[in-house]
């Protein structure tokens, strides 16, 4: 069935469209077989872009209700005071030296062989044949232990800040 975009339909569009109505309401209005997705490609063909404010569903906003105090029974008598003592400091952890280099042996897996629980861990160069992955057990990530090591270690700070922030300073 061909639907006939009439001047009183394309009309009846044009204005429904800037009161903001959804591509379905307007559907709904103009009746006669006029499907939703007729009346976005009609509106697209003609050009239409600027609305009214766009015609949503009213949302219900979720708010987290607050924790009411729990109100004391006037039976209870108010609990003594509690002492407080200072904190004591904490030592300063200790900070774990770089882990040794692990030697580059040649993997054991290829792309094409590599698995999921298998070490990433890139030997080599990409570009070269004898390219491999490490492909060990992966307990830490996607890293085995000892590539793990190396990977993922704590950042180090200078001068009181952490060199992540330094760097990251010239992005904000």
């Keep these: 069935m061909s639907l006939g975009w009439t001047e009183d339909r394309v009309g009846a569009l044009k204005k429904l469209w800037l009161e903001g109505q959804s591509a379905s309401q307007i559907a709904k209005q103009l009746g006669g077989g ?11 063909r003609l050009g239409l872009s600027g609305r009214a404010a766009p015609s949503q569903p009213a949302r219900t906003s979720f708010r987290p209700t607050r924790p009411r105090p729990a109100a ?31 030697p580059d042996l040649p993997g054991t897996a290829t792309v094409m062989t590599l698995g ?47 060199e992540l922030a330094r760097s990251l300073r010239r992005y904000i």
Excluded: L
């Design 34 to 44: 006029v499907t939703r997705n007729a009346v976005i490609g009609k509106v697209h």
């Design 72 to 102: 004391a029974a006037p039976s209870q008598a108010p609990s003594a005071p509690r002492r407080i003592e200072a904190a004591q400091p904490r030592p300063a952890a200790p900070i774990a030296p770089r882990p040794e280099p692990i």
């Design 116 to 162: 999921a629980h298998m070490c990433k861990w890139p030997i080599g160069d990409p570009s070269s044949a004898e390219f491999s992955f490490c492909g060990r057990r992966a307990s830490e990530g996607v890293y085995c232990m000892e590539h793990a090591r190396v990977a993922y270690q704590p950042a180090v700070k200078k001068n009181g800040a952490g």
